[in-house]
Structures are given as structure tokens and as C-alpha cells.
């Protein structure tokens, strides 16, 4: 009954613009502030993951320290572009309503990344916001670019499909 709330009420769609807007917001300002300082760079943050990974109760789980350490820390390179213009891209997807269930969806991957690897700040009042915003699909974008963009694509993408079906379908001569 709750998810069906989240999922078609036009009220409720207003309330989740709010937080795809305030949740964008945070994810631009954070992106924007990396990029223009032109100072980021991941590598101190990911060599202390992986140092809070020893201990009695390790704030990082050895899989995920592992992970860092092995993929992460040797291309912290591509970390430094990925991280703030990921953080950037995803804050613009739910400020517009563009691709809104993407964006939310890699917030959330961001969010337990960051979690993950032993910082908490803000990120569970975001996972908490953001699962609100993935579970509402669509009507979490209906005030934004997806009213127009989904219908669109869909059109395309099933117009093409059931033409290629009729297509193979047909009887040959």
C-alpha cells in the first residue's frame, strides 16, 4: 500500500520532487566544489579506508578494503575524475528529472561506497531519502524532463522492437 503511494499518487510526486531536488543539490554542490578547486584528489581518503580496516571492530570490512586496494588505490587516477563529475552528473539528473531512477541509483551506489569505506556524515540520511525516490520510479520524475524523455524513448525503443518482430514474423514468399 505504501509503495503504491510512492509510486502513483500525484501529491506524493511533489513531496519527491523536493527530495530529488534537495538530494540533487547536495550532489552537485559536492561534485561542483571537487571540480573547481581542482584540488581533489581520493587518494588520502582511500589509503585511511584501508587502514580502518585492522583493529577488533574495523570500520571497513576486509572484501571492501581489499576492493580499495586493489582496484581503487592503484587508479586512484581515474577515482579523481570519476568521483567528482560522477557526483556532479548525478546532482543534475535529479535536479532536471533526467534519467531520475539512474541518477538516484548510482547516488545510491556513491552513498554505500562512502559508507563502506568507514565515513558516515551524511550519507544514510541520503540512502534513506534516495530509497524513497528509487521506489517511487517514475513518479518521483513526473515534474521534470523523464514527463517527457521516458514516453519518448519508450516509443522509440518498443516502436522499433514490435517492428522488428512483425518483420521476423512474417510469412516468407
Do not use: C
Request: glycine share 10%; hydrophobic share 50%.
Amino acid at each position: 500500500m505504501f509503495i503504491q503511494l510512492l509510486k502513483e499518487n500525484s501529491k506524493v510526486s511533489l513531496l519527491l520532487t523536493v527530495l530529488r531536488l534537495y538530494l540533487g543539490w547536495q550532489w552537485l554542490h559536492a561534485g561542483w566544489g571537487k571540480i573547481s578547486s581542482g584540488k581533489f584528489d581520493a587518494s588520502g581518503f582511500l589509503y585511511g579506508a584501508v587502514k580502518n580496516m585492522s583493529g577488533e571492530h574495523p570500520s571497513v570490512q576486509p572484501w571492501w578494503g581489499k576492493f580499495l586496494k586493489e582496484v581503487a588505490i592503484p587508479y586512484v587516477d581515474l577515482f579523481n575524475v570519476m568521483v567528482p563529475w560522477g557526483e556532479l552528473f548525478v546532482g543534475l539528473g535529479l535536479i532536471l528529472g533526467f534519467f531520475t531512477s539512474f541518477s538516484i541509483l548510482m547516488s545510491l551506489t556513491m552513498n554505500f561506497a562512502y559508507m563502506l569505506s568507514g565515513t558516515t556524515s551524511t550519507n544514510p540520511q541520503m540512502v534513506l531519502l534516495g530509497m524513497f525516490i528509487l521506489v517511487a520510479g517514475f513518479n518521483a520524475s513526473k515534474i521534470g524532463l523523464d514527463r517527457w524523455i521516458i514516453p519518448l524513448l519508450n516509443k522509440m525503443i518498443f516502436s522499433k522492437v514490435n517492428t522488428e518482430q512483425l518483420s521476423q514474423s512474417a510469412p516468407r514468399t
